[in-house]
């Protein structure tokens, strides 16, 4: 049910951004889908980053009345001056590491596909060189923070890629089987 995907607008901002279809198998994937392939379309045509997610969760609620929630964790990035913006609706804590320290970015907030006139959570700072961005579904459990943090910690100017796959395949092989999706995308 995980989607992912990054992007930038003709404005000078990077996005990255993880849907988590709530429930398993097909019907997850396609709303998780669909909630990233409207928001990347809505932001490249212009709209603003909260009337996009308004219209994606608008777009869920009336989708042939099926419930079809998704969590969205939306990163924005102004790559002219470093300021960038955590948007939230049910997603997982982003780690920041700012000068060596690890932040916990995190906000109390609704998926999309729920309700009506969705609440979007959104914090904002400031990033410089050297800076890294991790944003997780809730495949990497709370249980897998202790080592992301770790690692994370441990991470200096590298490949990014094999950072994180190495990261994915070491928090797999920790947890027990099961079918959860896990996407982490690192910036």
């Given at each position: 049910?995980?989607?992912?995907?990054?992007?930038?607008?003709d404005?000078?901002?990077?996005y990255?951004?993880?849907?988590?279809?709530?429930g398993?198998?097909t019907k997850?994937?396609?709303?998780?889908?669909?909630?990233?392939?409207?928001?990347e379309?809505?932001?490249?045509?212009?709209?603003?980053v909260t009337?996009?997610i308004n219209?994606?969760n608008?777009s869920?609620?009336s989708?042939?009345?099926?419930?079809?929630?998704?969590t969205?964790d939306?990163?924005?990035?102004?790559l002219y001056?470093?300021?960038?913006e955590?948007?939230?609706c049910?997603?997982?804590?982003?780690l920041?590491?700012?000068?060596?320290?690890?932040?916990?970015?995190?906000?109390?907030?609704l998926?999309?596909?729920i309700?009506?006139g969705v609440?979007?959570?959104?914090g904002?700072?400031?990033?410089?060189?050297g800076?890294?961005?991790?944003?997780?579904?809730?495949?990497?459990r709370?249980?897998?923070?202790?080592l992301?943090?770790?690692?994370?910690?441990?991470?200096?100017?590298?490949n990014v890629?094999?950072?994180t796959t190495?990261?994915?395949e070491?928090?797999?092989?920790?947890?027990?089987p099961?079918?959860d999706?896990?996407?982490?995308l690192?910036?």
């Amino acid at each position: 049910g995980d989607m992912f995907s990054s992007f930038q607008d003709d404005k000078g901002y990077f996005y990255a951004v993880i849907c988590d279809g709530m429930g398993t198998g097909t019907k997850a994937a396609i709303s998780s889908s669909l909630a990233v392939t409207l928001l990347e379309k809505l932001i490249k045509a212009g709209f603003s980053v909260t009337a996009a997610i308004n219209t994606v969760n608008t777009s869920l609620i009336s989708k042939s009345g099926d419930e079809c929630s998704v969590t969205l964790d939306l990163f924005a990035l102004d790559l002219y001056t470093g300021r960038c913006e955590f948007y939230k609706c049910g997603a997982v804590d982003t780690l920041v590491k700012r000068k060596g320290k690890i932040v916990d970015v995190g906000f109390d907030s609704l998926p999309l596909g729920i309700v009506n006139g969705v609440d979007v959570s959104c914090g904002t700072g400031m990033l410089s060189f050297g800076d890294v961005v991790v944003l997780c579904s809730d495949g990497v459990r709370e249980e897998d923070c202790y080592l992301l943090r770790s690692r994370l910690k441990k991470f200096t100017n590298g490949n990014v890629r094999n950072f994180t796959t190495d990261l994915c395949e070491e928090i797999r092989r920790n947890q027990p089987p099961k079918n959860d999706d896990m996407t982490m995308l690192t910036i």
